[in-house]
């Protein structure tokens, strides 16, 4: 079965230093992966897809993450943290069947960036 | 152009009462996922409806029902409910002919407490 495990339920930044959030997959067919992001009591906005076209994607807000077969990661990266980063952030792999995908997500990272 | 929207927002119900939540779609989709949030934890996969049918479910009990209109709207029922059923529900709508590299819109969601 497909999955995707994210390391760290919580992580500290200072403002202005690197953002890494780690996630790592599991999956049998090549997965179509996906960074959201939760702003407090609201839904999840779309950070970045991977859909095998490059394995560098960029997405909103400065983010990128880079897709590693050999190490089965897509690791979610800023180069300089603002406070308006803070959020919970999901990884996800989506898994088709029955004619449709769905979505699994991991449990989440919580990002808290320090002034 | 709206996004997807939930209602209500927020409610409380007693153990053993029935609830109904209602999603409409962001214009233009014709898909629409449920999907339950706990406090903590990411989100996990309910069910998918798609051409008024459920097309996809999740590892939820009967208890958890849905419908899709002909306008693309859904609504989530839930019976007999229980204090584990207390969560976040969020709806997410898409287009099916994106397949699974596609987007889900999500919207804020409706808190469920349950007493």
């Known amino acids: 079965a497909q999955s995707v495990t994210q390391l760290g339920s919580h992580v500290s930044v200072s403002e202005g230093a690197l953002v890494l959030l780690r996630c790592n997959y599991s999956s049998s067919v090549p997965p179509y992966l996906f960074w959201y992001v939760q702003y407090p009591n609201q839904g999840l906005q779309l950070l970045l897809k991977?859909?095998?076209?490059a394995t560098l994607v960029k997405g909103i807000n400065g983010f990128e993450a880079e897709f590693k077969k050999s190490e089965t990661s897509f690791h979610l990266t800023k180069p300089s943290a603002h406070m308006s980063d803070a959020a919970e952030y999901f990884c996800?792999?989506?898994?088709w069947g029955a004619g449709s995908y769905q979505l699994t997500f991991g449990k989440g990272t919580k990002l808290s960036v320090i002034p | 152009d709206a996004g997807v929207t939930q209602s209500p927002t927020h409610l409380i119900k007693t153990r053993g009462q029935q609830v109904t939540l209602r999603c409409s779609p962001k214009?233009?989709?014709?898909?629409v996922s449920w999907y339950q949030q706990a406090l903590g934890q990411g989100p996990q996969f309910i069910f998918q409806y798609y051409e008024e049918e459920e097309r996809q479910r999740g590892n939820f009990p009967d208890r958890f029902s849905g419908h899709q209109f002909p306008n693309y709207s859904s609504e989530l029922n839930v019976n007999a409910l229980l204090l584990g059923d207390s969560a976040l529900y969020l709806c997410?709508?898409?287009?099916?002919?994106?397949?699974?590299?596609?987007?889900?819109?999500f919207g804020e969601g409706s808190r469920l407490t349950v007493l």
């Open positions: 214009s233009g989709h014709d898909t």
């Open positions: 991977y859909t095998s076209a």
């Open positions: 997410a709508s898409s287009l099916v002919r994106e397949g699974v590299t596609g987007e889900l819109f």
């Open positions: 996800a792999v989506s898994l």
